[in-house]
């Protein structure tokens, strides 16, 4: 069936603002829909309260709405434009929330809009546990033991009838919100309290839990004639117990019988049917009994584009979320061309000649005395995906995309040695589960115990099982008698050149060396969705260590932009905002332009953002390769956050050039000693400081500065490890726990201005011009993070002297660094003084915000002030103020009930939402607003 000509004018719902079980996939998914219903000539609206996303910029859909996602604010788009179908699907569970509630109060029926994509129907039985178990059993499939409970006492007279382990389940939540793996009779009161709670309807599901059944996922796409393809399978690491979300998960799966497989694809659609008649996306999740059985029961079913779609749409590259959108305006699969290959039809089912692997990101880190335990309900913040020819190169990749200061899986030093640390944290899984299979398995204790403990299969513990034998056997050698066929399977199996150097005892430049001298080159191959066999289109790319490479480099002026990993707390999808329009404007310069990511949420990594995308870690030796092979007029770092400017001293070293400002500039801004004398010969106040790089050289310089202090790490993000001490035994407590943290890093010393306000500017300057994008005054005072406060935008209660010495050293500074690009500066006003505490000469956390508060596109005129394309004075800036705006942080402590919620000098907000008010009298400024007077007094 074609397309539905009588839909003109679609409204899509967004996700809203970062938290836990819900973060930048749906950017990815909203901003992929909105591109594809366009190309179609449909009229697009969205709705969505984050403006750190592509989704909500201009170049992503006709008409943006920053708004609260509730029905008055859906009201108020209808009333504004005619909507003929909403497309509820890619926004998460807030989407298709808002979506029912709007359909249950006649919203939708009021002003004639169809829901496309989506079934209510639908919605309800998956999300309805005991509506679900019964429609599962009505067509066949089974699920595990289970019960419906909706009061405590329900819930306690389940138990008793299964026994433990059990698992909860609460009815309509995200992420596994509230859910939990009840080993203990002891363990079940509070858990089942905490779900019945978490849970809008008052309603748990308890299964008899089948922990140690291994976990898989199918992602499946139906068009309104019933024709379904199955896009990816995806199997877990880890059994059930833990939380896809955290998960490590491999695709395609690698440990199942193709008897099973077929049958549980079959079930899969089978479920499909069942529980509605939609035309979309559809994710559903299985427990395949581990013996020779491989029976299989179903888990969930989500009738839309899920979490794991965006991993499946990466891993294949066929883009699920722009197809589902087709075919929820009419579209049939065959009638659809593959977006990859551009020459067979939709209606093809991927094939990889290669496997993925994604591991999960966690910042336990930012919640000090959190139950770090991985079970059902998900606490990671962001992932990582590695690409190879194998599962074991795949691994490492992805190990080297964490960002978690380890070179891979093992072969770094970092092991740990102490069996009995080792077997207990292999009893209760945490964030470095991972590691700590290597490292039991390193230190002897036997496979067959491993998998006891973890009911990990075997097949994945003797993948990692080899590593360990081959790293023993480099061992074994030097550099100058490894002999080629070693070097070779080394690099084959996913070793960085560090690694091998570690296992050699030589410096990782030889090893490079060694292995160019040997002729062994890193390739690079494409993602093409059908195993080579129809040529690809679509340049999007992994490397490997074979003889043949799909990559052609042309010879027109080309870019690289490095993005910003993994997302964490302190660096979240602001910074892919800020890569994908850094892509952009280099494109409009007339640079080919090159993207060097390795997060599958993200936009960045979409296949068409830039025009060749490199899926690789974002660390030296991949990157070096591929500016090597490439040969680019210069990086872009200053866009991809932290990640991206760790890397420009090397850059530096190496030769290769900088867009944008130099490393000398962006180290000096790190320097604390540098920094201070800069601002000192140009007059700009600044709290006393001092540098320390021990406890006992921290209490003399405190003696100096007098507390209270701030005590920081140098070169970091987000405020990591950053603490106000107010006393000497403080202070030397953190300093040692520092180092011990990170080690030979100097610790910064700031006396700290108590009850100061906290404000600071973003500013765009090309070396001698600057032009100022925004200044922004925090509710908190000075002492919470930038991050986790309300920030308002302009300012609201500075005065004008103070508003000019802002300007005035944000112009000073900028010029002083020789910034060309972006800079933000943040400052503590006392006695209507304005001190500089800190200036970063890269983009910022705060910039999209700014664009969107005043719809101007700041990361893409400052782009062409790094590419020397323009001057500041080339553009005619026009910010459209629409009264305040005010930056509300969000924060996912429900999934850490346990932990200190008090904000400080280190971030802990996930997201954040923007708002709009017309006037300081406004409600919601009013009741924020208090809250500084509170901190105040305090």
């Not at 995806?234 to 077929?262: C, K, R, W």
């Not at 060097?596 to 068409?608: K, R, Y």
């Not at 007098?706 to 403080?730: A, T």
Request: net charge negative; glycine share 6%; charged share 25%.
């Amino acid at each position: 069936m074609p397309k539905d000509n009588s839909i003109k004018s679609v409204l899509i719902i967004g996700s809203g603002p970062i938290v836990i079980g819900q973060a930048c996939e749906f950017d990815y998914s909203g901003s992929q829909a909105s591109r594809s219903l366009r190309e179609e000539g449909i009229e697009v609206t969205l709705i969505n309260s984050n403006p750190a996303t592509i989704m909500t910029d201009k170049v992503t859909a006709d008409n943006v709405y920053l708004e609260p996602l509730t029905p008055a604010s859906v009201r108020k788009i209808l009333e504004n434009h005619k909507i003929d179908a909403v497309l509820p699907t890619m926004g998460g569970q807030t989407a298709l929330n808002l979506a029912i509630k709007c359909e249950e109060t006649g919203l939708w029926k009021e002003f004639g809009v169809r829901m496309i994509g989506v079934d209510v129907q639908a919605i309800e039985v998956t999300e309805d546990r005991e509506m679900f178990r019964e429609k599962m059993e009505s067509i066949g499939v089974g699920m595990a033991p289970s019960k419906v409970a909706t009061s405590f006492l329900e819930g306690k007279e389940v138990a008793q009838e299964f026994g433990v382990p059990l698992v909860i389940r609460p009815s309509f939540t995200l992420g596994g919100s509230g859910g939990a793996v009840v080993y203990e009779k002891e363990e079940f009161e509070k858990a089942l309290n905490r779900g019945l709670h978490t849970s809008p309807i008052h309603e748990v599901l308890i299964d008899k839990a089948v922990v140690g059944w291994k976990e898989f996922e199918l992602e499946l796409l139906r068009d309104s004639n019933d024709n379904v393809v199955i896009i990816c399978s995806i199997e877990n690491f880890d059994p059930m117990g833990i939380h896809t979300g955290d998960s490590i998960t491999v695709a395609p799966a690698m440990t199942l019988s193709d008897t099973t497989y077929q049958k549980m694809r079959d079930l899969a659609i089978k479920m499909m049917r069942a529980i509605g008649n939609f035309a979309g996306g559809c994710n559903v999740q299985f427990a395949v009994n581990p013996d020779d059985s491989e029976d299989i029961i179903a888990v969930e079913i989500n009738p839309r584009v899920s979490r794991s779609s965006a991993l499946a749409s990466k891993a294949t590259g066929y883009p699920i979320a722009k197809i589902a959108s087709k075919l929820a305006i009419g579209y049939n699969l065959d009638e659809l061309e593959n977006q990859i290959t551009k020459n067979t039809s939709a209606f093809f089912e991927p094939t990889l000649d290669y496997v993925i692997v994604k591991i999960p990101r966690w910042n336990f880190d930012k919640f000090k005395g959190s139950d770090r335990r991985l079970g059902f309900q998900m606490k990671s913040v962001g992932e990582a995906m590695g690409i190879g020819r194998t599962f074991q190169e795949a691994l490492q990749k992805a190990c080297q995309s964490l960002e978690i200061k380890r070179n891979g899986l093992g072969a770094d030093g970092k092991e740990l040695t102490n069996q009995d640390v080792v077997l207990e944290s292999l009893k209760k899984p945490s964030w470095n589960r991972l590691f700590h299979v290597y490292d039991a398995m390193k230190m002897g204790i036997p496979l067959k115990k491993v998998h006891q403990i973890t009911r990990i299969d075997n097949w994945f513990l003797s993948q990692i099982e080899e590593l360990i034998l081959l790293e023993k056997e480099i061992e074994s050698h030097s550099l100058d008698t490894l002999p080629r066929e070693l070097m070779y399977e080394a690099k084959q199996k996913g070793y960085a050149d560090r690694q091998v150097a570690h296992l050699l005892r030589c410096f990782e430049s030889e090893v490079y060396n060694k292995r160019n001298d040997m002729g062994i080159k890193r390739v690079y191959k494409l993602v093409d969705t059908c195993a080579a066999e129809f040529e690809a289109q679509t340049p999007y790319y992994y490397s490997t260590f074979e003889d043949e490479n799909e990559s052609i480099s042309s010879d027109k002026k080309k870019v690289i932009v490095l993005g910003s990993g993994p997302n964490r707390i302190g660096q979240g999808i602001e910074f892919d905002y800020c890569c994908v329009h850094g892509v952009l404007a280099a494109k409009e310069c007339g640079y080919e332009t090159i993207m060097i990511n390795c997060n599958p949420e993200t936009v960045s990594t979409d296949f068409d953002t830039a025009d060749k995308l490199y899926f690789e870690p974002v660390f030296w030796e991949h990157i070096y390769d591929i500016i090597l092979h490439e040969k680019p007029e210069g990086v872009i770092v200053q866009l991809g956050g932290q990640t991206a400017l760790k890397l420009a001293e090397k850059l530096e070293r190496y030769g290769i050039k900088i867009i944008g400002t130099s490393y000398k500039a962006l180290d000096l801004a790190e320097d604390r000693g540098s920094f201070s004398n800069l601002l000192k010969d140009n007059n700009i106040p600044y709290p006393k400081f001092g540098v320390a790089e021990d406890a006992e050289n921290a209490v003399e310089v405190s003696r100096e500065l007098g507390f209270p202090l701030l005590v920081r790490p140098s070169y970091v993000l987000g405020g990591q490890s950053m603490k106000i001490v107010i006393n000497e035994e403080e202070l030397e407590h953190h300093v040692v726990n520092l180092l011990r943290d990170i080690p030979g890093n100097k610790i910064l010393l700031d006396h700290f201005l108590d009850k100061a306000i906290e404000a600071e500017a973003d500013a765009i300057c090309d070396g001698e011009n600057v032009y100022i994008i925004g200044i922004m005054e925090h509710i908190e005072p000075a002492g919470i993070h930038s991050g986790d406060s309300y920030a308002v935008l302009p300012t609201f209660d500075l005065s004008d002297n103070v508003i000019k010495q802002i300007e005035e050293h944000t112009k000073k500074i900028a010029v002083a660094l020789q910034t060309v690009g972006l800079i933000n500066i943040q400052f503590a006003v006392k006695d209507e003084v304005v001190y500089v505490i800190e200036a970063n000469p890269r983009a910022s956390r705060t910039v999209p915000f700014i664009a969107k508060a005043y719809d101007e596109p700041y990361v893409n005129y400052a782009t062409k002030v790094m590419l020397r394309e323009k001057k500041v004075t080339d553009f005619n800036f026009q910010p459209k103020r629409r009264g305040f705006a005010i930056k509300i942080p969000v924060f996912s402590f429900n999934k850490f009930p346990d932990v200190n919620k008090e904000l400080g000098p280190e971030m802990k907000s996930t997201g954040e939402a923007i708002r709009f008010i017309d006037n300081l009298q406004d409600e919601f400024f009013q009741e924020v607003y208090g809250e500084r007077n509170l901190y105040l007094s305090r």
